[in-house]
């Protein structure tokens, strides 16, 4: 068997190589690392997490809306139902997950004067795809990127936060972390000996894009994504809901 030859480039080869390398490596040096990569937290708005949540999130098409208890949570969320239908969207049934927070906001009692019906989970896990809303909390909700973390469970399966057209996620501002390297290191201590079977890491609405890139919004997900942080300030007087 003959071996093969292996021919010297030349100049004008040589030279196409180095141009492609030397422009690799402008790319690389002059692109911002991941989240995750920093060695400790590099924060732009450091004193205020959820801010910079909001504005991580409001720059690839999420909403967000800051409440300072379960009072205003329910009035903004009947604000966002009303704003929802005047824009076309059916909103007459809801999955609601099982997660604390939403039992805070007695949504079982609001959410039918609001003239929606109710799919609860785990009952109701076969209906999820019928909903046109899904309401979910979520465990973690990461500052630098925007994103909501979900851990699946029996009671608040993924499904309740990826099949209905819209979604509308309930968090505490205590659970906004940082970056990823922070997420990380808190699912960590949090599922010390299992983590989650499933955990959806959720940056605003579903977005596809084909080859050309032509950039579709809630083929494969929610086309809305409405997120309320709930500050837990002092309550103020409960004004009427109605």
């Keep these: 068997m003959k071996t093969p030859k292996i021919l010297p480039l ?8 180095q141009r492609i390398r030397g422009r690799q490596s402008s790319i690389i040096d002059h692109r911002p ?19 910079e949540f909001s504005q991580r999130l409001a720059a690839v098409g999420g909403r967000v809306y800051l409440v300072n208890n379960a009072v205003t949570a329910r009035l ?7 704003t929802l239908r005047q824009n076309g969207h059916e909103m007459e049934t809801a999955v609601i997950a099982g997660h604390a927070i939403l039992r805070e906001l ?36 990461v500052a630098a990127s ?13 499904s309740a936060s990826l099949l209905p ?12 972390l940082p970056d990823l390297a922070a997420l990380a290191k808190r699912i960590r201590q949090d599922f010390p000996e299992r983590p989650p079977s499933g955990l959806a890491l959720i940056t605003g609405p579903s977005r ?28 103020p007087a409960p004004p009427a809901e109605d």
């Design 10 to 17: 030349s100049m004008n080869e040589t030279d196409f190589l």
């Design 33 to 51: 690392p991941h989240p995750g990569q920093f060695p400790r937290p590099v924060r732009t708005l450091p004193e205020n997490l959820a801010a």
């Design 76 to 82: 903004q969320l009947r604000d966002i139902l009303e």
């Design 106 to 141: 007695e949504l079982d009692a609001l959410l039918p004067r609001l003239g929606v019906d109710i799919f609860q989970m785990p009952q109701a896990a076969f209906r999820v795809q019928d909903a046109d809303l899904g309401l979910t909390g979520v465990e973690y909700a």
């Design 146 to 158: 925007g994103t909501i973390v979900a851990a699946a469970s029996p009671t608040h399966p993924r």
């Design 165 to 176: 057209p819209v979604h509308i996620a309930v968090i505490h501002q205590a659970q906004i």
């Design 208 to 235: 596809t894009a084909d080859i050309e890139q032509t950039l579709s919004i809630g083929v494969h997900g929610p086309g809305e994504l409405h997120v309320l942080i709930v500050t837990n300030d002092a309550d």
